[in-house]
């Protein structure tokens, strides 16, 4: 059985493939970017939770990170904002993953210009997910 952690990753995962851009989980950077953009889930790290007695509890604000990239011929700007707005839209449809997390939220990116030579740029963030979740056990 998955844990918490796990669960609530795959629905994050499960949540941005409704997106037209690909998503992939842990991989690394392809060699082509699809045209509608590429989008990398990493797992991140849970931080150290806080902890609450009777009844023994351990709150998480676990802070996964979206790789978000296009490569565009026309406006590589445009086509970034579209993905990167899209990503809000998203998250903010549904904020606790169906009732899995209490809140999710992401940070604001800071975007950069990455030349490829031979090819188009690629223009990249890293967008910060903050899942604030809760389990009976830092393990599960």
């Keep these: 059985m998955p844990t918490t952690r796990e669960t609530i990753l795959a629905a994050l995962q499960a949540r941005l493939q409704l997106l037209a851009a690909t998503v992939l989980r842990d991989e690394v950077l392809p060699e082509r970017i699809p045209l509608a953009g590429l989008i990398i889930l990493r797992d991140g790290q849970p931080g150290e939770p806080e902890v609450t007695l009777s ?4 709150h998480f604000q676990h802070r996964a990170e979206l790789e978000v990239i296009v490569q565009s011929a026309n406006d590589r700007a445009t086509a970034f904002d579209t993905l990167i707005a899209a990503i809000g839209t998203a998250l903010a449809a549904d904020r606790t993953l169906s009732g899995l997390c ?25 967008v910060t997910v903050v899942l604030h979740y809760t389990t009976a056990d830092p393990l599960a």
């Design 55 to 58: 009844p023994l509890r351990y």
């Design 102 to 126: 209490d809140w999710v939220e992401a940070e604001a990116p800071t975007s950069v210009d990455l030349p490829v030579e031979g090819a188009l740029s690629l223009k990249a963030a890293v």
